[in-house]
């Protein structure tokens, strides 16, 4: 038997200063931590957060209540009793920050019960390999107040043999980038992410400072080193238009389009996300028809980590957000409704970050091909990226990772 013994949360801070959920559970002898997340450019089909306060109270009185003497390892019936006793389709009684620190916390101590890493609990006798990091080089979006639309500029590396590797030529991109943004005289300083504050005058100006900074640090762009874009389209979708602020002019869902297709063959483009606004439909159905064969299509706004909103005819590709949907078990549901219907998927960190590494055990333990937490400064992204390493070590450190060039070709 592995049942709680007792569930407690404080409140703590996170990486834009703001106060966030940390949720511990105790076992006999052990105990499971997780800190909630929170994003700033977030879907409309998000679980709710509530005040920070009021989670921590809401852990602490009703939730504490309802799982003492539960037995932790049925990690199902655990969340089926957080989503039951919530009782609203959008966590927000308790509120989203409240239950994914919960969920994940006792995921950490049914692992630490069977003494085992949470990747290796998850993932059983079955064999790993470590998922391809997709790092953010410039922020931008909701995550630099607005000063370029597009909201990451990432880069993912088709050539690189490991997870160590990727992050050894990442590195190198990411000081490049810098390296070019000083000597354009621009003031260097970091969006919420880590990635550089961006300073160009338009959206694709940051697509040509990318290659340049990927030729810059000595690879070739494209074969070693690819760019993956998240656009994060709701944010800048307002009466049936596209409003890029920086370049001061609106489009047409047509003219976005079209845009993104002569962009896709004028740049080493692997990957897109969001490209169009999460009630966007239409748009979405038509550039998956025209370029779902060529580029990886992500729905993050689109789905919000939702088995049910799960369309491959909308995105070929699902971003997993553990607080977007609210429990571990959901999350999970996600990727496995995503697998059955022939999508892929990356785990995704949020803006609003921690030292919590819960994620990088999510996708090695479940098989999720890819990651993404950010950018290559900051602690709370580089616990993450450091997280990756050390379980590449433990699972013997070589051609370990995904094929990233069959991901990527
Ligand atoms: P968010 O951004 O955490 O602010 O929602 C991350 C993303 O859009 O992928
Ligand atoms: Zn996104």
């Known amino acids: 038997m592995a049942r709680i013994v007792d569930v407690h949360a404080r409140r703590v801070w996170d990486s834009r200063g703001r106060p966030t959920v940390e949720a511990e559970v105790i076992l006999k002898g052990v105990r499971g931590r997780a800190i909630a997340p929170a994003g700033a450019s977030t879907g409309a089909g998000e679980a709710k957060a509530l005040a920070a306060d009021v989670a921590v109270r809401n852990v602490n009185g009703p939730i504490r209540a309802a799982l003492l ?3 932790a390892r049925f990690q199902d019936a655990v969340d089926a009793k957080l989503i039951a006793l919530d009782g609203t389709p959008d966590k ?16 950490h101590a049914s692992a630490a019960a069977a003494k085992r890493p949470l990747w290796r609990h998850l993932a059983g ?24 639309d597009i909201q990451d500029y990432l880069v993912v590396c088709p050539g690189a043999g490991s997870f160590a590797e990727s992050l050894e030529w990442i590195a190198e991109v990411y000081h490049a980038a810098g390296a070019r943004l ?6 260097l300083g970091v969006a919420d992410e880590g990635g550089w504050w961006p300073s160009f005058k338009s959206n694709e100006e940051g697509l040509a400072e990318l290659v340049g900074a990927i030729s810059d640090a000595g ?16 944010q800048f979708y307002r009466g049936g238009r596209y409003h890029l602020a920086l370049e001061n002019r609106s489009l047409t869902a047509e003219q976005l389009h079209a845009m993104f297709m002569r962009w896709l063959d004028a740049y080493p483009i692997v990957s897109i996300e969001d490209p169009f606004a999460e009630d966007d439909h239409e748009a979405m159905r038509a550039f998956t028809r025209a ?43 996600c990727w496995d409704a995503a697998q059955d219907k022939g999508m892929r998927a990356i785990v995704s960190a949020r803006s ?26 900051r602690s709370e992204r580089m616990a993450k990226w ?16 995904y094929p990233a060039r069959k991901l990527f070709k």
């Open 125 to 148: 006798e079955r064999r790993v390999a470590m998922p391809v990091p997709q790092v953010q080089i410039y922020g931008g979006g909701a995550h630099a107040r607005g000063r370029v």
């Open 291 to 333: 370029a779902g064969a060529r580029v990886q299509i992500v729905g993050d706004d689109l789905f919000v980590t939702d088995a049910a909103r799960l369309d491959p005819e909308l995105a070929n590709t699902v971003l997993l957000k553990p607080n977007q949907i609210g429990t571990v078990t959901e999350t999970l549901a």
């Open 92 to 107: 927000s009684r308790f509120g989203a920050n409240a239950i994914v620190a919960v969920s994940l916390a006792c995921l």
């Open 219 to 234: 690879f070739e762009p494209g074969a070693d080193v690819a760019i993956a874009l998240d656009v994060a389209a709701t």
């Open 352 to 377: 609003g970050e921690t030292e919590d590494v819960s994620i990088v055990h999510l996708a090695v333990g479940w098989s999720v091909a890819q990651l993404k937490v950010g950018s290559f400064s």
């Open 182 to 187: 000083a000597k354009k005289g621009a003031q």
């Open 386 to 401: 450091n997280e990756g390493l050390r379980i590449e070590e433990a699972l013997g450190g070589k051609a370990l990772l």
């Open 69 to 71: 003497g539960v037995d």
